[in-house]
């Protein structure tokens, strides 16, 4: 009962939670998958009241006619192609058993931060029979992240493993010199760093068709990692549960303290489609392979049988 094994966030909840977070699971429970329960949002969040214009490419460029124009106005900042009420559902196999966890992925909606324009970023997992025997999980994040840069603001964990609750509410600060309310932690940080859900989206919104290789300090409500995504495949054939795509293989190393982190490698597939959906993550760990795969729908937990007469 003593025994821990590691279950990389990043193969069980965001898909992108690849900063080396790893939470430990211990072995206990056999309840079924608990709903997910909406928290409550900060009181500093307003939501927009207007829907989100049309995404922008980040690789858009200027029409030349109107470059020099003076008479026309400076457009806005290009939005990330990100959607709002965007509902993304996965699958987790875990070595030889499949379906043992899901994913879930929410673009909850956008609006305004401590007088930033943000992104509000939800993930739950849960795990399922039979894995769901030996380790009871149930877990919600919550990001807001920046809408231009996607670098967090507040990151939110409320975990429910093996019934032990945990509710972590953490506020960044590249200073040092911003107190976090009375129901966060101030979490110091280096400017521009980005929570795994923010840094997944941070992937998505890159254009790898011009891009090899980018790099982010991720925070993971734990540590300070750094985080570097390599294209390997502008075309990768893939296949999960919710079809067949074309898909840029992106390669994940973490590193602390200057040093690549041994505990796993990461592999993430996204569709060469409009929004670069994420449609299945690969991590290979000292003691388990996961696969996580995008889903039409999440599999269900199965009806408890009825007793007999």
């Known amino acids: 009962m003593g025994r821990?094994?590691?279950?990389?966030?990043?193969?069980?909840?965001?898909?992108?939670?690849?900063?080396?977070?790893?939470?430990?699971?211990?072995?206990?429970?056999?309840?079924?998958?608990?709903?997910?329960?909406?928290?409550?949002?900060?009181?500093?969040?307003?939501?927009?009241?207007?829907?989100?214009?049309?995404?922008?490419?980040?690789?858009?460029?200027?029409?030349?006619?109107?470059?020099?124009?003076?008479?026309?106005?400076?457009?806005?900042?290009?939005?990330?192609?990100?959607?709002?009420?965007?509902?993304l559902n996965y699958t987790a196999n875990v070595s030889k058993l499949d379906n043992v966890a899901t994913l879930t992925l929410k673009v909850a909606g956008k609006g305004n931060f401590l007088g930033k324009n943000v992104w509000h970023l939800q993930a739950a997992a849960h795990t399922l029979k039979p894995l769901r025997i030996v380790f009871e999980l149930d877990d919600q994040f919550d990001s807001y992240s920046d809408s231009g840069t996607l670098a967090s603001l507040q990151y939110e964990m409320r975990l429910n493993e093996r019934g032990q609750k945990v509710e972590l509410v953490q506020r960044m600060t590249s200073s040092g010199r911003e107190p976090a309310p009375p129901d966060a932690t101030a979490a110091r940080v280096l400017p521009g760093t980005r929570d795994p859900l923010g840094f997944m989206q941070f992937l998505r919104t890159t254009d790898w068709s011009s891009t090899r290789e980018v790099r982010s300090p991720v925070y993971d409500g734990h540590k300070l990692y750094d985080v570097r995504a390599k294209l390997v495949s502008a075309a990768a054939a893939v296949g999960v549960p919710a079809g067949d795509f074309r898909a840029s293989k992106i390669e994940i190393h973490v590193f602390e303290n200057g040093a690549e982190s041994k505990d796993g490698s990461f592999t993430l597939y996204l569709a060469n489609d409009a929004v670069r959906t994420p449609v299945l993550l690969e991590a290979i760990m000292p003691v388990l392979t996961a696969r996580v795969e995008l889903v039409k729908d999440l599999p269900q937990a199965p009806e408890p049988k009825p007793k007999a007469d």
Request: positive net charge; proline residues 13%; aromatic residues 6%.
């Open 4 to 87: 821990k094994i590691m279950i990389s966030v990043g193969a069980l909840v965001a898909l992108a939670f690849v900063a080396g977070a790893f939470y430990w699971l211990r072995a206990r429970g056999s309840q079924q998958p608990l709903p997910d329960v909406a928290s409550p949002e900060p009181s500093e969040f307003h939501e927009a009241s207007v829907v989100s214009p049309p995404p922008i490419a980040l690789n858009e460029k200027t029409d030349p006619a109107t470059k020099n124009n003076k008479n026309k106005k400076t457009p806005p900042a290009p939005e990330l192609a990100l959607k709002t009420g965007e509902v």
